[in-house]
Structure formats: C-alpha cells, structure tokens
C-alpha cells in the first residue's frame, strides 16, 4: 500500500549551501524510494547567521520562523498586494 504525506517545512540552510529548495529536497532524499512534488516555494532574504539566532533551537517557535517572511504574515505576497 501507498501514502502522500503533506508536509509543510521550515528549513533553514544557515550554510547558504542550496539555491533552492528543490535543491535541498533532492539531496536529502536521493535514493530513498520516495518521490517528492514541492509545489509552494518561499525563500527569505539573506541574513547573517549567528549563535544566538532565534531559529538556532531545537524548539524555535513556528512565530520565530514566520518573521523570516514580513510580507507573507502579513497577508501580502513578496510583491506587497
């Protein structure tokens, strides 16, 4: 028997190692048997990584990872309507 799994997913790539999520996804599941659609992409703005980032915890807050996002919580797309 099969599944499909939706899955919405924060990930922070504190390394600037992918260019796009596609790109991450692939990596991370190369030869594992699955096949992934990411179909809602949305990248914040480059940041400097520190330490004491808010999202450098395991139990970051969904409202911490949101922030990375201004417009998009604030029901505006990336282009402000």
């Keep these: 028997m099969a599944r499909v799994y939706k899955i919405a997913l924060y ?3 504190y390394n600037d ?3 796009t999520a596609d790109e991450f996804i692939a ?3 190369d030869n594992t048997g ?3 659609n990411a179909v ?3 990248t914040s703005k480059q940041f400097k990584w520190r330490d004491d980032h808010p999202l450098n915890f395991n139990n970051a807050p969904l409202e ?3 922030k990375m996002f201004p417009a ?3 029901g505006r797309d990336a282009h402000g309507a």
Excluded: H, N, T
Aim: with cysteine.
């Design 34 to 36: 699955c096949l992934i």
């Design 64 to 66: 911490a990872y949101e």
């Design 72 to 74: 998009i919580a604030q």
């Design 27 to 29: 990596e991370q599941l």
């Design 17 to 19: 190692d992918y260019k």
């Design 40 to 42: 809602e992409e949305k």
């Design 11 to 13: 990930v922070v790539d």
